[in-house]
Nanobody
Framework: EVQLQASGGGLVQAGGSLILSCAAS????????IGWFRQPPGKEREGVAC???????YYADSAKGRFAVSSDNAKKTVSLQMNSLKPEDTAVYYC???????????????WGQGTLVTVSS
């Protein structure tokens, strides 16, 4: 079964940092582009970042300059380093496959359960 497990969320003060990790199983990891999404309380899901199988990265305007996405083929994980966190970053964060690419998506992909990030002021 294909599974993507996001972890690393928690409670952090504004201005702090967190590193989220997405561990994939059941897929040829290095063949997939992996995206990060988030859903704030009461809001719709939005894209945050994506890293392609060739190493290219993409960011939403809200994340650019503060977040960094990277992949580790040896560990079969994708990480999202989040710095200078703001209360508006509070959300459930999900990782998902993006196929065929980060920028061209033709299906629903595979999604993880998500991990909660809460940023306090």
């Amino acid at each position: 079964e294909v599974q993507l497990q996001a972890s690393g969320g928690g409670l952090v003060q504004a201005g702090g940092s967190l590193i989220l990790s997405c561990a994939a199983s059941g897929i040829t990891f290095e063949s997939y582009d992996i995206g990060w999404f988030r859903q704030p309380p009461g809001k719709e899901r939005e894209g945050v970042a994506c890293v392609s199988s060739s190493g290219r990265s993409y960011y939403a305007d809200s994340a650019k300059g503060r977040f960094a996405v990277s992949s580790d083929n040896a560990k079969k994980t994708v990480s999202l380093q989040m710095n200078s966190l703001k209360p508006e970053d509070t959300a459930v964060y999900y990782c998902a496959t993006r196929a065929p690419t980060c920028t061209v998506v033709t299906g629903d992909g595979y999604w993880g359960q998500g991990t909660l990030v809460t940023v306090s002021s």
